[in-house]
T-cell receptor, first 116, second 110 residues
Framework: NAGVTQTPKFQVLKTGQSMTLQCAQD?????MSWYRQDPGMGLRLIHY???????DQGEVPNGYNVSRSTTEDFPLRLLSAAPSQTSVYFC???????????????FGPGTRLTVT | GDSVTQMEGPVTLSEEAFLTINCTYT??????LFWYVQYPGEGLQLLLK?????DKGSNKGFEATYRKETTSFHLEKGSVQVSDSAVYFC?????????FGTGTSLTVIP
């Protein structure tokens, strides 16, 4: 049971390049989400998904696309990278449902992205 | 909109000192409240949680009580250890969205 995995761990892009950050979980969690972490800003929700084929926007979705074709995978795409997207990106997952145990999020180790 | 405000750091304490990290929230309805901890180079880990007013979450000697009247969820520990050095995030959940505070960095010195 690997939990939540993210690749790559580090990435440097030039302005205008595109790339996909990968996220996978093996816990059969319905809910998956992407956050960015910036100094002094905490974590901000980019996009989330409550199941395969269903995605929705979070607090800061502009410049990012997502899709959810399987329960396990939730990739985050940057179509045209900008320096403002320099950040640490975290993927998280949890079971979707009521009850105390239903709301615990499991986080991946993060991807540190620099856009020059 | 919904939000979390937590005490700014960094906080430096001596081993065995008492810790309080303040957290207040703004939310419509009845949010669930959480404290997460992030160790250097790692993702966030759930430390404790409370789902309704007056609930007390506790774990590893840390405690926090959900106070609806003061909209607060302050984190406390009676005697910190060097291994508690980390960044602590207060968070709330409403519906399918989580909102995090800006994080408080704690360093415990021997």
């Amino acid at each position: 049971n690997a939990g939540v995995t993210q690749t790559p761990k580090f990435q440097v892009l030039k302005t205008g390049q595109s790339m996909t950050l990968q996220c996978a979980q093996d816990m059969n969690h319905e809910y998956m989400s992407w956050y960015r972490q910036d100094p002094g800003m905490g974590l901000r929700l980019i996009h989330y998904s409550v199941g395969a084929g269903i995605t929705d926007q979070g607090e800061v979705p502009n410049g990012y696309n997502v899709s959810r074709s399987t329960t396990e995978d939730f990739p985050l795409r940057l179509l045209s990278a900008a320096p403002s997207q320099t950040s640490v990106y975290f993927c998280a997952s949890r079971k979707q449902g009521r009850g105390i145990t239903g709301w615990e999020q499991y986080f991946g180790p993060g991807t540190r992205l620099t856009v020059t | 909109g919904d939000s979390v405000t937590q005490m700014e750091g960094p906080v430096t304490l001596s081993e065995e000192a008492f810790l309080t990290i303040n957290c207040t929230y703004t939310a419509t309805g009845y949010p669930s409240l959480f404290w997460y901890v992030q160790y250097p180079g790692e993702g966030l880990q759930l430390l404790l949680k409370a789902t309704k007013a007056d609930d007390k979450g506790s774990n590893k000697g840390f405690e926090a009580t959900y106070r609806k009247e003061t909209t607060s969820f302050h984190l406390e520990k009676g005697s910190v250890q060097v291994s508690d050095s980390a960044v602590y995030f207060c968070a709330l959940r409403t519906g399918n969205q989580f909102y995090f505070g800006t994080g408080t960095s704690l360093t415990v010195i021997p």
